[in-house]
C-alpha cells in the first residue's frame, strides 16, 4: 500500500496532535497533583502561622502584665516606706488596670 504525498503528510499532522494530547494531558495530570500538593503545604503553613501570632501575643500580653506588676511593686514600695509623703500619687491600680475593649 503505497501513499500519496497528501496521505503522508496528513498521517504526520495526525501523529504530532496525537503526541501533542498525550503531552497536554500528562502536563495537566502533573499540574493537579502539584496542585494538591501546593494546597496541603499551604494550609498546614497557615496553621502553623496563626499559631505563631498567638503565641507572639501571649508573649507581648506577658511582658506587658510584668512591667505594670513591676511599677505597682515599686509604687506600693514608695508608699510604705514613706517617700514622697504629701505629694500625690502618680500611679494608681487603676489606671494600670489593662482595659477590655
Known sequence: MSL??????FLGYLVMVLFTLIVGAYAIWGLRDLNEITADVIFADLKIGEKIIKLNDSTLAQDLYEKRFLTLQQADAE???????????????????????
Open 4 to 9: 500519496t504525498l497528501k496521505q503522508q503528510i
Open 79 to 101: 508608699n510604705c516606706s514613706g517617700a514622697g509623703q504629701g505629694s500625690s500619687n502618680r500611679f494608681s491600680r487603676k489606671s494600670l488596670q489593662p482595659s477590655l475593649h
